[in-house]
């Protein structure tokens, strides 16, 4: 079985700060990992994603994200962060065997001062 | 294109009462999602369709059936409403490699039982 801790459940932060959102996972095969984002009051949107390949993923809003095998992580980090990045994040897992299911964490709420 | 659409947005249920949540969506995507959504808990898998005529129990089904109308349509129905069921309900779609896709998301119905 696959599952998905994100340890900080709210990640305060001023504005133009850095910011770095954690995220472990445990599965017994390969995984495809994701981030996605949801705006107050709005469904869930992908960020990034890893498949295969590069374990740096870029967004095209600034956030990225290492797969890390050794420590079975996917953290997600920004190096400047602005208002408009309030939200809660989830991070996600699944694998080819999961028949199109993947497995959220608790979420992460990062909220910007001014 | 109008991607995932849910109907209703909101709803006051009082206990023991029935309703239908319906989704659809235009992307001809071959795979459907019901969540919900409870704070602190991120999002569990109620109900899911790999395809069109096929569904299969997610995390948390209990109280809830679901009907798969056509590859467009996903319904989740309550039969008998209960406090416990009060939440935010997502729909999503997917398409593509199993486990791999991206995965979009309705705006959400936030029901209320009393």
């Known amino acids: 079985a696959q599952s998905v801790t994100q340890l900080d459940s709210q990640v305060p932060v001023f504005e133009e700060a850095p910011v770095e959102l954690r995220c472990n996972y445990s599965s017994s095969v390969s995984v495809y990992l994701f981030w996605y984002v949801q705006y107050p009051n709005q469904g869930l949107q992908l960020l990034l994603k890893?498949?295969?390949?590069?374990?740096l993923v870029e967004s095209i809003n600034g956030f990225e994200a290492e797969f890390n095998k050794s420590q079975t992580s996917f953290h997600l980090r920004k190096p400047s962060v602005h208002i408009s990045d309030t939200a809660e994040y989830f991070c996600a897992v699944s694998s080819y065997s999961s028949a199109s299911k993947i497995i959220f964490g608790s979420g992460t709420r990062l909220s910007i001062r001014p | 294109n109008a991607g995932v659409t849910q109907t209703p947005k909101f709803q006051v249920l009082k206990t023991g009462q029935s309703m239908t949540l319906q989704c659809a969506q235009d992307?001809?995507?071959?795979?459907m999602y019901w969540y919900r959504q409870d704070p602190g808990m991120g999002l569990r898998l109620i109900y899911y369709s790999a395809s069109e005529g096929t569904t299969d129990k997610g995390e948390v089904p209990n109280g809830y059936n679901v009907s798969r109308l056509n590859k467009r349509e996903f319904s989740l129905r309550l039969e008998s409403a209960a406090p416990s069921q009060t939440s935010v309900y997502f729909c999503?779609?997917?398409?593509?490699?199993?486990?791999?896709?991206?995965?979009?998301f309705g705006p959400g119905t936030r029901l209320t039982v009393l």
């Open positions: 999503a779609s997917s398409g593509g490699l199993a486990g791999a896709s991206e995965q979009f």
């Open positions: 890893y498949l295969s390949g590069s374990t």
């Open positions: 992307m001809n995507h071959n795979s």
